[in-house]
């Protein structure tokens, strides 16, 4: 009996890590995949300044009426650093792209726009953080594909590149771009 007891927390343990491991082999697990109780339900109503421009107010209407990029990103994000060029080269092939400058600086945001350049086709200026939390935000970068109904119909968390854009968006922007 007293042997059973000590083989005990030994069996437990090997009963947990053949757990852990059944569930972290699984052929659909994706540990950069984070849901969304946002797909298939519109953008959250919102009103916030533009970037770009202090004294202009935007709201859902003045969102592209067309299939459009909704992208989150921040100076202090390394990551949109790096996603940052594929993302002009989007907007220059005729991707409609808007930006969500997530708790950040404004004149930081501005001077970043200036140096790198500006694929965005206007930026909503969210400093507090509130239309990223109402879209649960997890960081930044995060990418939306948003219909022309402003409905959202796919989220991608990390670095837009050539592969994620092949891959995952460019298939269901151009669906949605069908009338």
Not at 13 to 38: C, M
Not at 40 to 63: C, I, K, N
Not at 137 to 156: M, S
């Amino acid at each position: 009996m007293t042997r059973l007891k000590l083989m005990l927390p030994l069996l437990v343990f090997v009963l947990l890590a053949l757990v852990f491991w059944s569930v972290l082999t699984r052929d659909h697990y994706d540990p950069q995949y984070l849901p969304s109780a946002l797909i298939g339900q519109p953008l959250p109503a919102f009103s916030l300044m533009q970037l770009e421009d202090e004294a202009r107010v935007l709201t859902l209407a003045d969102l592209p009426q067309q299939a459009f990029l909704l992208n989150v990103w921040a100076t202090w994000c390394i990551s949109c650093r790096v996603e940052h060029p594929y993302l002009n080269r989007l907007a220059q092939q005729g991707v409609a792209v808007v930006g969500l400058n997530y708790k950040d600086d404004r004149l930081k945001a501005l001077q970043w726009l200036d140096d790198l350049g500006n694929p965005y086709r206007f930026n909503l200026f969210d400093p507090q953080g509130r239309l990223g939390l109402d879209l649960g935000v997890y960081g930044a970068p995060e990418t939306y594909l948003v219909d022309r109904h402003g409905v959202v119909r796919f989220k991608h968390v990390g670095v837009v590149d050539e592969q994620v854009w092949q891959e995952q968006l460019q298939p269901l922007y151009r669906e949605l771009q069908v009338p």
